[in-house]
Each structure stands twice: as C-alpha cells, then as structure tokens.
C-alpha cells in the first residue's frame, strides 16, 4: 500500500491530518512522521525539521499543509526536483471575505470612532462616506486574492486590483507592472494578499508607502515581511496613513516588545484571518493523491521559480 | 402655484430640503415654515412645534422626513383625517446592511475579544464559528427588516425573521405570532428592525429577553423603548446575554449618567446606523407629489392604527 507520511510541528493537527487522511484513504498508510519512519510516497508537511528529506528518498509529492509555501521553499534540504503542491482555498477565500470586508466597515463607518466617543460619553454625529466613496485595493490576485476582491465589488466597493503579471477580471479594474503607482494613488484601503516571494519581500517601504494617498488604511493578511515595520510605523506616526490591521507579522508570535502590540493606529490578530479548514484540507490532498494515482496532475503545484 | 412647506427642527436640514425639493418642483412654492406661513398644500415635517397643524388648514398630505412616525403620531394636535406619507428606505437600507453586518462579523470573528488580546499583549488563536454556525434573527420584516434579513442570508448566515402578520420569504424562516419564543430560541444574534407601536413599546422585557439562548447578542438599530433598559442591562449583568449594540435610545441624546455609556458589555452610536440621504428623500417626496398630482395613490402612506 503507498505510504503517507504527516510532518508537523503540533501534535493535535499532525493526528488530525492522519484520522482525516486515513478515513479517506482507506487503501494508504497514514502515518506521522518520527525519526526513523519508513520511506514515503507522499507527505504532508508544515514546517519538517532539517533531516526530514534525508530519510525520504521515495516522496513523489509533497504537500504543503497550508497555502503559503514561503518557509518550505527555504527548507535547506528541500530536494530540488520534488514537486510541490500547497492548499488552494480550503475554506480561507470564505474567512478572508468576512475579516477584509469587517475592517473595511469599521473604517467605513468609523466604528472605531465612534468607540471612543462612548468612551468619552459624547453625543456626537460623524460624516461618513458611502461604499461608492471608499475605493479598496487588493494587492495580489491569487485564489484568495481575487476571491475577496470580487466579495468587495458585488458588496458595492470600486475595487482595483494589481497583479504580477496583467490580467482582466470583470467588476475589478486591474493593474500590474508600471501601473503600481496609479494602483496605489487610488486606494483609500490597501489589502494586502500577494504571497512571500523574493519580490515581494520588503515591498512596502517608506516610498511605495507613501504612494497610497493621505489617510488611507492597510489590511496585511498575507505575510509580514511583505511590508518593512519601521517605514509603516512612521507612516502610522506622521498621519499618511490613519491606520493599520496586521493579522501577519516577520516574527510570530511577534515578539513582546514589539511597537505594533501598542500602536494606537495598529488593530493586530494573532494570524487568524482564515484558518485552514482541517476536512476540507484533508478532502483536498486525498483527492490529488487519487489524481496522481490515476495519472492525471494533481492540481495545486508550485511553481519554484516564482515562489508560489 | 400649489406650496410645500418644510418644517424641521435643524435649521440646515430645512434648508437642505428646501433648495433640494426647491429643485425637483420648480412650478411649486417651497418655503420653510415660520410663526405666521401661509397655508400649505403639503408639509414635509420633523418633530413639528405644538401649534404648527393649527396654522394649516388646508393640507392634502404630511410627509415625515425620516421613517419612523411614532413622534408624529403622538403629536397633540395632529388633524384626525390628514394623510401621512413617511420616507422609505432613500438609503437607509443599505446603511442598515452595513451596520448589522459589520456587528455580526465583529461577534462571529471575535474581533472584541482579539482587541482585549492585543492590550494584554497576549499571542492566543481562539475558537471561532463559521458563517453557519451563526443564526440570525430579525425583528421585523417591513422593508427596512426584510432587506437586512435578506443580505445576510445571501452572505451565509442563517436568518430568521419574526413579522407581526404572517410572511414567507425565500431564504428565510418567518416566525408571526404564536412562534415568538420558537423565533428568539433559535436566534444567536437578533437584530430589533420593528416600528415603535403600542404593541412594541417595551415588549422585550425580561421574559422575552430569557427566551434568547445563553450567549446571544442584540442590535437594536429600531427605536429604543422597544426594550426595557433595566431589562437589558440585567441579561448582561448575569452574562445570559453576551453584548449588546445600541443605536437607538428612549431618550436622545442618551442622557450623561445612563449606565449604557460605560457599560462593558454595551457598544452604543449616536442613532446614526442609517441617516436618510437627504438627495433620496427629497426625490422620494417629489415624486410622490407628483403622484398625488396626476390622481395617483403618492405610497408610503401611514396605518394609523398599526401605527407605521
């Protein structure tokens, strides 16, 4: 029978993975991975340890364990011709959806406003735009990417979108290229959602910051280090930009001592924008292993070169 | 020329609907009212003075400026036989969507508690519901209830409804009558959306507000007295209610020393969940003048006895 093998650092998601796998495979081993195990046909992987691939010389695929593969493209031992699959949605677009369009509300309406006029017991009525008046950004035009762009748009947001490499989606005015600027001049609300590549890293500086107009608001729900903290907490403290959501940091947990924990322009959640759903997750790398078995392309390979 | 009379207790608002109705009929006198007007033909009106209804005698139909016409109805002297249109939706629906959405993310996605995280500095993911795990209900199925029920059934959630006649709407379960506790067992977040009547003042009172399941939340964004205050507050004390979100008071401004202000579990705004769009209103009364001009039924006329 092909073997699988699970790899991951927390024991509760690594046993989950199996009982899923395992139910749904019935005709595969499922195992988690200890030092030692047998060798592989496929495995499941979130953050293996450094000798993982030494002793699994028979894997034909491997699959991420979620949607970002940044970390496991830095693997030091990463086999160089092994592919790799990752998670395409598995009840993420969904959960983005709902976090982009709950900050853009409370930035629309001014909730957090309105927060601290109750808290100083005051009376007081604010002007507040229309969705038509509050164009939004997404940065990136993935699966999830556009998912949420789209969300925004029927919801009755001007929604653009930029994307590494040209496209045309309908109801999303869509950039890429040269027209950065343009993309970013026109965004009240920027939504970040590209994934780590050596592109993207450290792409939000001070200059490309300060090409969003006065006032506008940034959502990171993609990987921390795609924004530089120290040119984003000046564009916090000066005023360019009045405020900040970061469910994604370079370090996480991100360290005690960090500004952002206490910057009053900063609402920070603990990487929790959208959780991959353990059974749709599961129902996905079954149902690629099945593809594979049958001759077919799994669906979901990375591309090494461009990082995702 | 037939005259239109605006009578409004914020003098820029009167002047608003002035210029904008001023506008939309040109072959029509508008003025705004003052001790001593001439005798309208119609009167669009807010919180009239006492003795406004004893100077026109000769009006055919009184249009309230906003949607809600309990003050209107109480007014002393408002004549027995007067037709009385009220403003429906002109934007208030979509703001209505708006704010009740925003409130039930912000409780399914537990944004609150990651808030209160973020200040204690603590990195710790929490147990959140999907979109279905969250049923809805709404207290009020007139337009502006039936139009909030309805998107958030199509963003996922499962809505119920409560109308004082019985209704069937697609997507949504309709409670009427009888079914009131079968209504709010079933509700994990209820949204109040009824008029403010003989039959609705007070009604959720402290038996009405136990038959809520432990842990659910309400969004008042109707009229205040349709809860008891005191009601309320004991539901959240005990924790048998989660929150509560008030937009709507008995009295407004909600006075200095009312426990809603500083209460923990009590998120309130300043009655501005949906603002009539002064440029909708106006072109709403217009052309229910117009309507009335050519013989026509001019809609949105009151029930006096249902009281909206």
């Known amino acids: 029978m092909p073997r699988i093998v699970i790899?991951?650092?927390?024991?509760?998601?690594?046993?989950?993975?199996?009982?899923?796998?395992?139910?749904?495979?019935?005709?595969?081993?499922?195992?988690?991975?200890?030092?030692?195990?047998?060798?592989?046909?496929?495995?499941?992987?979130?953050n293996p340890p450094a000798d993982f691939f030494d002793q699994q010389p028979a894997l034909k695929v491997l699959f991420s364990a979620g949607a970002g593969v940044d970390a496991?493209?830095?693997?030091?031992?990463?086999?160089?011709?092994?592919?790799?699959?990752?998670?395409?949605?598995?009840?993420?677009?969904?959960?983005?959806?709902?976090?982009?369009?709950?900050?853009?509300?409370r930035i629309q309406r001014r909730f957090d406003d309105y927060q601290a006029l109750q808290q100083a017991g005051e009376w007081r009525e604010l002007p507040v735009a229309r969705r038509s008046e509050l164009p939004v950004g997404v940065f990136g035009l993935g699966v999830l990417g556009l998912q949420v762009a789209r969300a925004l748009a029927a919801f009755g947001y001007p929604v653009s979108g930029y994307s590494r490499s040209p496209a045309a989606h309908e109801s999303i005015r869509c950039?890429?290229?040269?027209?950065?600027?343009?993309?970013?001049?026109?965004?009240?609300?920027?939504?970040l959602l590209a994934p780590l590549t050596a592109q993207t890293r450290g792409f939000f500086n001070a200059e490309r910051l300060s090409w969003l107009p006065r006032g506008a608001s940034l959502i990171n729900v993609a990987r921390?280090?795609?924004?530089?903290?120290?040119?984003?907490?000046?564009?916090l403290d000066t005023g360019h930009l009045a405020g900040a959501t970061l469910d994604v940091f370079?370090?996480?947990?991100?360290?005690?001592?960090?500004?952002?924990?206490?910057?009053?322009?900063?609402?920070?959640?603990?990487?929790?924008?959208?959780?991959?759903l353990a059974d749709l997750s599961a129902r996905q790398v079954a149902s690629r292993i099945r593809a594979l078995e049958r001759g077919e392309p799994p669906g979901g390979l990375v591309d090494r070169e461009q990082g995702y």
Chains 1, 2 share one sequence.
């Not at 009053?264 to 929790?272: A, C, E, K, L």
Request: one cysteine or more; a negative charge.
């Open 7 to 46: 790899v991951h650092p927390e024991a509760v998601s690594a046993e989950r993975w199996r009982i899923d796998l395992g139910r749904l495979l019935p005709d595969h081993v499922v195992e988690t991975w200890s030092l030692g195990s047998p060798p592989a046909d496929y495995a499941v992987a979130w």
């Open 72 to 105: 496991l493209l830095q693997h030091p031992r990463l086999p160089a011709g092994l592919p790799i699959a990752r998670i395409e949605d598995a009840g993420m677009g969904d959960q983005m959806v709902e976090y982009c369009l709950h900050e853009i509300l």
């Open 175 to 191: 950039f890429s290229g040269d027209g950065l600027r343009e993309f970013l001049g026109g965004c009240q609300v920027l939504v």
């Open 224 to 235: 921390g280090p795609l924004v530089v903290d120290d040119d984003l907490i000046a564009a």
């Open 250 to 276: 370079a370090r996480e947990p991100l360290p005690a001592d960090h500004p952002f924990w206490r910057h009053p322009r900063v609402r920070m959640t603990p990487h929790v924008s959208a959780l991959t």
